[in-house]
């Protein structure tokens, strides 16, 4: 059995992902790094295994909006074990950054495997397989994706995601030579 959690490290570690995602959302992506990496440090040290996982993902994020894919795999190379959707999304992420076409086609390949519905990633899901049709020169795949991301996001209120699926869309229809139906 697990050894009980330290209260004053458990305190510890929220701390420092809270101020990680605050430093996240405020752009200070060089500190949110930090504060992510203490995080899993402290975690691991409590035999956390969640919190853990979590802040790898947290830490991948804040590296893939600095630039760093290569930096983000290694990240998500410890949630490796067993992926969950956002951990295969991620890694999906980073090898699109870096134009490994067929392993991001893999990782999405597995993402949709594991995304039984209801999945709450299913337009976040669609994008990213947009995007991966996009840069495979798969303009007609892409727009039937991005389409169906549009679709699960009318009723949210996720004005980025919304934004991204018109974004790919156009790109899709001048892809596919439709310049009039891109406008």
Known sequence: TP???????????LEAE???AKRYERGDYI????RFEEAVRIYASIDDATGTSRNRLHLARTELARGQ????????????????VDTLMLTAQAQLALDRLDAA??????????CATPCPQLASLNLLRARAALAGGQAPE??????????????????NE???????IASA???AGDAAGAL
């Open 3 to 13: 050894k009980p959690a330290d209260p004053p490290r458990l305190k510890a570690a």
């Open 69 to 84: 894919a290569e930096t983000a795999l290694l990240a998500l190379a410890g949630n490796a074990g067993d992926p969950t």
């Open 105 to 114: 086609q893999r990782s999405l390949a597995a993402a949709a495997g594991q």
């Open 162 to 168: 919304t934004a991204n699926a018109w974004r790919l």
């Open 173 to 175: 229809r001048l892809a």
């Open 142 to 159: 892409a727009l039937a994706h991005a389409e169906a991301a549009l679709k699960l996001l009318r009723d949210g209120n996720e004005a």
């Open 31 to 34: 500190v949110a790094t930090r």
């Open 18 to 20: 809270s101020d990680g």
